[in-house]
C-alpha cells in the first residue's frame, strides 16, 4: 500500500514552503504544539455533502513521513540550510495526535475532517501530502456516490484507469462510494474488488464479419458479454441473438449481457430490450458507458431507459464538474489551516487568519451530529457535549502512534458509506443543492473568533443569510 501512494520518499511529499518554513521555525525557536484544521469551504459538484475517503493512506503518510539521507543531500543541494537543521530533520518522526472523520463518513463544508496537534514542524510538513491523499480521495468518493444514487438501484462499474489522475485512489475511492465492480484489474487485485468487463471494439474490428467476432466470443467463455456498437446496433443485436442461441445449444455457453458505448442510449437501449424480449432472453443485461456522469445517468433513468447498468469512466477517474450544470468539479480544494498555538514564552493562543470569505475559524474544536442528519454543531473541544450528540472526529493517533482501529477493513468502510449515504435525506441527494445542511457553531466558537479578531485588527467578515459570518 505505502509504495502504492507515498512512493520511496514520503519525506519529499511536501511544497518547497514546509521545509524551508520549518527551517525559520528552528532557528527562532518556535516550534511548541500547534493544532491545525483540514477541511474544505464548499462541497464538490454543486451538491451539499462530501463522502469522507482517503484516512486510511493519509495516516501511512504520517507513519512513514521522515527524511533519508538521499532526501538530506537533496534539501542540502537546493537550499543552504544549516547542516544541524539538516541533522534535525533526520530524526524528525511526528510525535502528536490526530483527530479524523472515519473514512465512509458524511461531512460538510467548514467541518474539520482532520485535527492535527503536533510540534509545529511536524503538523506543518504533513500539510501537502494530507491534503493530496484526502482531497483526492473524498473527491471521487463523492462523485462515485452521486453516480450511484443517480443510478436508483442499477449498477454502475468504475471504468476509469485510462483517464484517472491517480489510477489506485480512484479505485478505492469509487467502492467507497458504490461501484459495484472496476474494470481496473491491480485495484481489483490489491483491494480485493470484484472485476469486470466486456470486450473491446478492437476484438469485432479483427475479424472479417461481426458474426465471426461474436461467435468466437461465444466460444470461448462459458459465460460472456458482447459488444454491440462497432458498426451499427440494430443489426448487431439481431446476429448477438443468433449467435447466442446457437452457443447456448451447441456449448450451453450464456450471453449474460450486452454493452452500448455510443450514440443515442435511449433508443439504443429501448431497441435491444425489445428484440432481446421477442426472442426470450429477458435476463440478457443492457449495459451502457460512454462519457457518463450523474446528470446523463439521472436522465435515462427518468425517462425510463431500459439499461441495467453503466459503466462510468472519465467522469470518476477524474472527479469531473459539468459546464451544462454550472457543477464545479475536478478538485475539492479542502485547505489546511493553523487554529492554535502554545509556547511556553506566552500563553495559548487561538490563530486565525483574516481574508474575508478565506478567513478562518480559531480553536481546538469537534464537530457534533445531531439527530439523523438534523443538523451539525462546530463548537471547542472544551464545550460540554450537546445533547443528543454524536462525535464526528475520533481519536486515530496519539502521541504518534496509531490507535487500535484506527485503520478498518475497506469492506468496514464501505459498510459505513453506504449506511451513511442510505441515512441522508433525500433533500441532500440533490445534484445541484437547493439548500444547505444546517451546520450551526456554537457560542463559545463564536466568542473566540470574535476575540481572535480583536486581538490581530480583523474587519468583520460578511454574513451569510443565517446572520453568520461567511468564513472559510
Known amino acids: 500500500m505505502e509504495n502504492l501512494f507515498l512512493g520511496p520518499h514520503p519525506g519529499l511529499m511536501t511544497d518547497l514552503y514546509h521545509p524551508d518554513a520549518a527551517y525559520v521555525s528552528w532557528r527562532t525557536g518556535r516550534n511548541g504544539p500547534a493544532t491545525f484544521d483540514l477541511y474544505a469551504r464548499s462541497a464538490p459538484f454543486g451538491g451539499t455533502y462530501m463522502l469522507v475517503a482517503g484516512l486510511e493512506m493519509a495516516l501511512e503518510f504520517v507513519q512513514a513521513f521522515r527524511y533519508t539521507d538521499e532526501d538530506l543531500r537533496y534539501l542540502g543541494q537546493i537550499r543552504d540550510y544549516d547542516p544541524e537543521f539538516l541533522e534535525h530533520l533526520r530524526g524528525l518522526r511526528f510525535t502528536g495526535e490526530v483527530l479524523a472523520m472515519p473514512e465512509g463518513s458524511i461531512a460538510f463544508p467548514n467541518e474539520p475532517l482532520l485535527r492535527v496537534t503536533a510540534p509545529f514542524q511536524e ?7 494530507l491534503l493530496h491523499l484526502v482531497n483526492l480521495s473524498t473527491l471521487i468518493a463523492t462523485k462515485a456516490a452521486r453516480v450511484v444514487h443517480a443510478a436508483r438501484g442499477r449498477t454502475v462499474s468504475d ?3 485510462r483517464r484517472a489522475q ?29 472485476a469486470t468487463g466486456t470486450i473491446p471494439h ?12 461474436f461467435a468466437a466470443v461465444a466460444e470461448s467463455f462459458n459465460r460472456y458479454t458482447l459488444l454491440l456498437d462497432t458498426y451499427n446496433v440494430q443489426e448487431a443485436i439481431h446476429t448477438a441473438v443468433e449467435v447466442a442461441k446457437e452457443y447456448q445449444d451447441r456449448m450451453g455457453h450464456t450471453l ?23 426472442a426470450h432472453m429477458n435476463e440478457v443485461r443492457i449495459l451502457v458507458s460512454g462519457d457518463l456522469d450523474e446528470f446523463r445517468i439521472a436522465e435515462l433513468v427518468e425517462q425510463g431507459a431500459p439499461i441495467d447498468g453503466f459503466g462510468v469512466g472519465t467522469s470518476i477517474g477524474v472527479g469531473a464538474g459539468s459546464i451544462k450544470h454550472k457543477a464545479p468539479g475536478g478538485a475539492l480544494g479542502a485547505v489546511y489551516k493553523m487554529v492554535w498555538y502554545e509556547n511556553e ?4 493562543r487561538p490563530k486565525i487568519k483574516l481574508a474575508g470569505e478565506k478567513s478562518t475559524w480559531p480553536g481546538k474544536k469537534e464537530v457534533y451530529r445531531i439527530g439523523r442528519f438534523e443538523r451539525d454543531i462546530i463548537q471547542l473541544e472544551n464545550e460540554p457535549k450537546p445533547a443528543g450528540g454524536v462525535r464526528l472526529l475520533k481519536p486515530v493517533i496519539r502521541n504518534g502512534q496509531l490507535l487500535p482501529g484506527a485503520l478498518p477493513p475497506l469492506t468496514e468502510i464501505w459498510e459505513l458509506a453506504q449506511r451513511n449515504l442510505q441515512q441522508l435525506p433525500e433533500e441532500y441527494h440533490a445534484l445541484i443543492a437547493e439548500k444547505p445542511y444546517p451546520v450551526e457553531r456554537s457560542q463559545g466558537l463564536l466568542e473566540l473568533r470574535r476575540r481572535a479578531m480583536e486581538r490581530y485588527g480583523g474587519e468583520e467578515p460578511p454574513e451569510n443569510g443565517n ?3 461567511l468564513m472559510g
Do not use: H
Open 166 to 194: 491517480s489510477p489506485f485512489i480512484v479505485s478505492r475511492s469509487a467502492y467507497i462510494g458504490g461501484c459495484a465492480s472496476s474494470a481496473f484489474l491491480g485495484a481489483a487485485y490489491e483491494f480485493r474488488l470484484r
Open 467 to 469: 446572520g453568520e459570518p
Open 159 to 161: 471504468f476509469s484507469l
Open 345 to 348: 514564552q506566552f500563553a495559548d
Open 202 to 213: 478492437a476484438l469485432v474490428q479483427l475479424y472479417d464479419t461481426e458474426r465471426q467476432a
Open 123 to 129: 503538523a506543518l510538513l504533513l500539510e501537502s501530502g
Open 256 to 278: 449474460t449481457a450486452v454493452r452500448l458505448d455510443s450514440g443515442n442510449l435511449l433508443e439504443g437501449s429501448r431497441y435491444v430490450r425489445k428484440v432481446l424480449d421477442d
